[in-house]
């Protein structure tokens, strides 16, 4: 069965100042990956995802992330952080070999930006 | 234009009644999803549903029921409501292949009295 840790509960990072977010997952084969955003009353929001080629995707609000199979990692960057990114955000995965049904989610990072 | 849209965003009750939660996708998916995010914010996946078969995760009590009455809609019936049915309930939709991503709804906070 596949699974995912977001080890980092709750991160803290000034306005401006370069962010990281870190994911592992667990499973046998390459999954499919995903960043979601969820603001604070809000919905998840889809910020990146990987599916096969480039490693480093590019996502929405000037995210990156990088898929490294040797550490079966996924961690979400941005370069400078805005007051607006303070958000709770969760790693997904699901099977290359199916559907968004098998999506299985790790238990979020909640972020906090100081001004 | 809201692509998933789920109605109400606040539900208050008590034990014991029956609520439904209403989705809603303009997307043209064909399948929906039924979420549960806990006090925790762990988003666990309660149900997932096309025209050709319904998945419930065997954890979810059966006072719990997707109604589908069509392609675009899939709505969630609670019955017998309790304490521990106050979650974040979220609704979600796809197409039902691979390199394909789910979109949420905005979440319908339910707290049972």
């Known amino acids: 069965a596949q699974s995912v840790t977001q080890p980092d509960i709750h991160i803290t990072v000034s306005e401006g100042a370069s962010l990281e977010l870190r994911c592992n997952y667990s499973?046998?084969?390459?999954?499919?990956l995903f960043w979601y955003v969820q603001s604070p009353g809000q919905g998840l929001q889809l910020l990146l995802k990987?599916?096969?080629?480039?490693?480093l995707v590019q996502g929405i609000k000037g995210f990156e992330a990088e898929f490294k199979r040797s550490q079966s990692s996924f961690n979400l960057r941005k370069p400078s952080v805005h007051w607006s990114d303070a958000a709770e955000y969760f790693c997904?995965?699901?099977?290359?070999?199916?559907?968004?049904?098998?999506?299985?989610f790790g238990s979020g990072t909640q972020l906090t930006v100081l001004p | 234009d809201t692509a998933v849209s789920q109605t109400p965003k606040y539900l208050v009750t008590q034990m014991g009644n029956d609520k439904s939660i209403k989705c809603e996708q303009n997307?043209?998916?064909?399948?929906m999803y039924w979420y549960k995010q806990d006090s925790k914010k762990f988003l666990k996946i309660m149900f997932s549903?096309?025209?050709?078969?319904?998945?419930i995760n065997e954890t979810v009590p059966n006072r719990f029921s997707p109604k589908s009455p069509d392609k675009a809609h899939l709505n969630l019936h609670i019955n017998s409501l309790e304490l521990g049915d106050s979650a974040v309930y979220f609704c979600?939709?796809?197409?039902?292949?691979?390199?394909?991503?789910?979109?949420f709804g905005q979440g319908t906070r339910l707290t049972v009295v």
């Open positions: 979600a939709s796809s197409y039902e292949q691979p390199n394909t991503e789910a979109f």
């Open positions: 499973y046998g084969a390459t999954p499919y």
């Open positions: 990987y599916f096969s080629g480039d490693t």
């Open positions: 997904a995965v699901s099977p290359s070999s199916g559907s968004a049904r098998q999506l299985t």
């Open positions: 997307l043209g998916h064909d399948t």
């Open positions: 549903y096309n025209n050709k078969e319904l998945i």
